[in-house]
């Protein structure tokens, strides 16, 4: 099977920067649109930033400008670079890919990465 392996996250004061990668592995034909979910204790799940195949990007608004969502088709990763950190990004980060193989396309989910901003 497939799995997406998160790495990166971790505890920085705010104004700092953290940069997230996410390797998938596994019976791999080609990946497709690719994204960065977030989610905050009692909060629902929202997106963060999204790149597709083609390298087009989506931000989320309270990100734009200050984060930076890239991938790399060869080695099958894709990062998220993070600036200008607030509390407020505070969050577990999920990564999101579209994997196609065995003649179908499945969503897979990482694990989850804790990032915490501090005041």
């Known amino acids: 099977q497939v799995q997406l392996v998160e790495s990166g996250g971790g505890l920085v004061q705010a104004g700092g920067s953290l940069r997230l990668s996410c390797a998938a592995s596994g019976n791999i034909f080609s990946i497709g649109r690719m994204a960065w979910y977030r989610q905050a204790p009692g909060k629902q799940r929202e997106l963060v930033a999204s790149?597709?195949?083609?390298?087009?990007?989506n931000y989320a608004d309270s990100v734009k400008g200050r984060f930076t969502i890239s991938r790399d088709n060869a080695k099958n990763t894709m990062s998220l670079q993070m600036n200008s950190l607030k509390p407020e990004d505070t969050a577990v980060y999920y990564c999101?890919?579209?994997?196609?193989?065995?003649?179908?396309?499945?969503?897979?989910w990482g694990q989850g990465t804790q990032v915490t901003v501090s005041s």
């Open positions: 999101y890919a579209v994997v196609s193989y065995s003649g179908s396309s499945f969503q897979y």
């Open positions: 790149v597709t195949g083609g390298g087009n990007t």
